[in-house]
């Protein structure tokens, strides 16, 4: 989803899905990306929407022979 787009909104995410399974299934990937720090969630206010973001490689983790 966020390789055409630097985000998208959690509604749309979960959008297409009906299956609790597949629901669940995304939404530990989610957290499994934030851990990996590849994307990060953002809520500007209480109840308001959430967002989910492509975070943006650093200049290091470009270059493959950067930790040499």
């Known amino acids: ?6 985000m998208i909104e959690w509604e749309a995410l979960f ?3 009906r299956k609790r399974r597949g629901v669940i299934a ?3 990937a989610m957290l ?3 851990k990996l720090q ?5 809520q ?3 109840f ?6 492509k975070r943006e490689a650093a200049a290091d983790e470009e270059r493959p ?3 040499d």
């Not at 989803?1 to 630097?6: G, K, M, V, Y």
């Open 32 to 34: 499994e990306l934030t």
């Open 26 to 28: 995304c939404f530990l």
């Open 1 to 6: 989803f966020l390789s055409s787009s630097p």
């Open 48 to 53: 308001g929407k959430i967002r989910i973001f």
């Open 15 to 17: 959008a297409g899905e």
């Open 38 to 42: 590849k994307i990060f969630i953002r």
């Open 65 to 67: 022979d950067a930790g």
């Open 44 to 46: 500007d206010a209480n």
